[in-house]
């Protein structure tokens, strides 16, 4: 995924306020920029994983559990993974 791909089809239901939120503001930043001719950037945070995540017990899901999968993996033990499996994204 690139940052071009960020907007690209509705987000989903269960974080769709947050997600217009932040395709807004790239939006208000861009046109109040173009309107008085200041250069604007609007940093999106993520929840998407790759090189630089934080892989700690802070992390999101994803990069989470490809923490604990690479521990379990080296320490020769199981991969254990809690929850109930309810929440959709």
Known sequence: MTEADIHKGAPH?????????????????????EQHNLDFRC???TNLYGPHDQYNEGSHVVADL?????KAHSDNDVLTVMGTGKPLR
């Open 13 to 33: 239901p269960s974080n769709e306020g947050y997600a217009y939120a932040k395709r807004m503001l790239e939006m208000h930043s861009r046109l109040y920029g």
């Open 43 to 45: 940093f999106v945070p």
């Open 66 to 70: 490809i923490q604990k999968a690479h």
